[in-house]
């Protein structure tokens, strides 16, 4: 799933940055962000220190802006900012014991990440504790909500995030395909440098032939 991941995001800054044109590009990209919030929870779930885990994410998000802001966007905050604060609000969630402190600081998180410029902003969280709380079916319903949601939101320009649904549906009824995927592992330096050298490498293409 890595690989798939990495390639799927490409593609879809490729079709930013390049051939806004071409929608069946970032139709492609609407896989990478539902499998980079598995990936997060899966991370959460194993990792032997939350704390370096929370470290790595918050380097590699300051590490990526500057790319971020000359690839695709000079006024938003990058996606590995989003997956910390996803991270960052999974950890708080694990020391509550209350429901209700649970629900306000997702609410206010979520708050926070729709009045700053977080890609995928409010969504982007709620879509990766949904991979940490739920599964199976009911995974896939509280999925296609969250994409109605948006739909609701952003209006028709949100209609190519319901094709995020592709790999839920595929984690739900192919099990046996995802785990094989699963299983493709990249060297960790290539998964967690990808991100801002991929961007580097797309801003200093268009520089180049723009």
């Known amino acids: 799933m890595q690989l798939i991941a990495m390639l799927t995001m490409l593609v879809d800054h490729i079709g930013i940055v390049f051939m806004e044109d071409q929608l069946w590009l970032r139709m492609i990209g609407r896989a990478a962000f539902p499998i980079y919030a598995y990936a997060l929870v899966q991370g959460h779930r194993y990792t032997k220190s939350p704390t370096r885990y929370l470290i790595r994410l918050f380097a590699l998000a300051l ?3 500057v790319p971020y802001q000359l690839a695709l966007d000079p006024e938003g905050l990058n996606v590995v900012a989003t997956l910390l604060m996803a991270a960052v609000v999974m950890k708080a969630l694990d020391g509550m014991a209350s429901d209700w402190a649970k629900v306000g600081t997702v609410v206010a998180v979520c708050a926070v990440m729709e009045l700053f410029p977080f890609d995928y902003g409010a969504y982007g969280l709620l879509l990766v504790l949904s991979f940490r709380y739920f599964a199976s ?29 592709i790999p839920t549906l595929l984690l739900v009824y192919g099990p046996a395909v995802w785990k094989r995927l699963e299983g493709i592992r990249v060297r960790k330096w290539v998964w967690r440098s990808f991100y801002p050298l991929h961007l580097l490498a797309l801003a200093a293409a268009e520089w180049a032939f723009g």
């Open 63 to 65: 590490l990526s802006q």
């Open 137 to 165: 079916e009911r995974l896939l319903f509280i999925h296609l909500l969250l994409n109605l949601f948006y739909l609701l939101l952003h209006g028709l320009g949100g209609m190519l995030q319901m094709l995020g649904i």
